[in-house]
């Protein structure tokens, strides 16, 4: 029998199944939903009104790259992931918006984060020589894939044997047995990560290909090495309008002229609905993290 907790409950749960009557609807419950990533990829988003979505083979955490199977089957996962934390997070700002501190957060509130979810349109496709093929337009939900939106538990082991400590949101858990999480995340695939990792306040959004045709398509063009494969998640005007958009700390200002020569989508939405802001903290941080370093960030922007 699944047994219901309140919130500040965390640090009683014991079982895999007082786990799973205590998340179920929380995710949509946090105030904000943040997208850190570079000017770039903002720019994209916004121009194509769309999301791709990356298959879980990229991940830089080997061991949340494990938790969905062997080389093979992580082909068959895709994520999107936003932080659910209230405030500016100087790590996700250098680490995911480019180390030279100039990036930027897509900011998305709960009620558009739903609208996202359910009333857009996902196609999985290839990515080759900078060009779109699409395996399948407007995949089908529960026959082509599986769509699941759910709030990342963080863990480590506990000095106690047979326990696992647990984090989520601002709590703890120190009573947790290892072998009832154990089970959890065997039923919960691609919602735990190391505590390490507990910066990012992560809720995931997680497609799982189900169709057996498109995960011989998808096989097709790894083995090819063809190109790299993506769910595109087309989300509708309605959540295009309501985007909010906030710079990185080292953007001092906001600049229309160079935004409409380099980013016009970016000032394009700012026309449309002031919605693009400075950081709180502009003018107050200056990191220098590449100042030292023979080669920048990947995603640092140019």
Request: net charge positive; with cysteine.
């Amino acid at each position: 029998m699944t047994r219901f907790f309140k919130w500040n409950e965390f640090g009683k749960l014991k079982t895999s199944a007082d786990i799973s009557g205590y998340l179920p609807g929380r995710e949509f419950r946090h105030d904000k939903f943040c997208h850190y990533t570079n000017l770039k990829a903002i720019d994209n988003i916004l121009g194509s009104m769309s999301f791709h979505m990356s298959n879980v083979s990229a991940f830089n955490d080997f061991c949340d790259k494990e938790q969905f199977g062997n080389d093979i089957e992580q082909r068959y996962y895709y994520s999107l992931c936003f932080s659910s934390g209230i405030n500016e997070n100087l790590a996700l700002w250098y680490l995911y918006a480019g180390m030279r501190g100039n990036g930027g957060r897509i900011v998305l509130k709960s009620t558009y984060i739903k609208k996202l979810i359910k009333e857009s349109l996902y196609s999985l496709s290839v990515i080759e020589n900078g060009k779109i093929v699409h395996i399948k337009e407007n995949l089908e939900k529960d026959k082509d894939f599986k769509i699941t939106f759910r709030d990342i538990i963080y863990f480590q082991d506990s000095e106690h044997n047979g326990i696992t400590d647990l984090k989520y949101n601002t709590m703890t858990n120190h009573i947790f047995s290892t072998k009832e999480f154990d089970l959890y995340r065997r039923q919960n695939v691609g919602f735990q990560k190391n505590l390490i990792w507990y910066y990012e306040k992560e809720t995931r959004l997680l497609i799982e290909i189900l169709s057996t045709e498109l995960k011989k398509k998808i096989d097709t063009v790894f083995e090819q090495d063809r190109g790299s494969v993506k769910v595109i998640l087309n989300f509708k005007y309605d959540v295009y309008s309501n985007i909010s958009i906030n710079f990185a700390p080292e953007i001092n200002c906001i600049d229309m002229e160079y935004l409409t020569k380099n980013y016009k989508n970016i000032s394009d939405l700012l026309v449309l609905t002031s919605k693009v802001n400075l950081s709180k903290y502009h003018g107050k941080v200056k990191m220098d993290l590449c100042a030292k370093c023979n080669k920048d960030s990947k995603t640092t922007d140019k």
